[in-house]
């Protein structure tokens, strides 16, 4: 779906760019302006400015999504590893 009709500018183009910025740092302030520079492009009319940032905003909250499973997912095995450590523990403690 074109986003910004001035540069020809579709979703998947800002989405991308959005991904690129938040790999490179998790932290990272977005703004419409930064989004574009990253495009390589510059807003003309400015008409498309509010609908990037909803889009921005709406891809950023499903990568941070993505990263917590990630993460969670990464920590589950340790959590049920070191559970089971001390059950074993435990069981030995009962001999
Ligand atoms: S529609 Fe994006 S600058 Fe005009």
Redesign the pocket.
């Known amino acids: 779906m074109i986003v910004?009709?001035?540069?020809v500018?579709c979703h998947r183009k800002i989405e991308q760019a959005v991904e690129r910025m938040f790999e490179a740092d998790p932290n990272v302030v977005l703004t419409p302006g930064k989004v574009y520079k990253a495009v390589g492009h510059r807003?003309?009319?400015?008409?498309?400015?509010f609908h990037i940032a909803k889009l921005m905003h709406a891809h950023r909250e499903s990568l941070e999504k993505e990263a917590a499973i990630v993460q969670e997912s990464r920590e589950k095995p340790r959590r049920i590893a070191r559970r089971t450590v001390q059950e074993s523990i435990l069981e030995l403690e009962k001999f």
């Open positions: 910004c009709s001035c540069n500018i807003p003309k009319c400015a008409t498309c400015l």
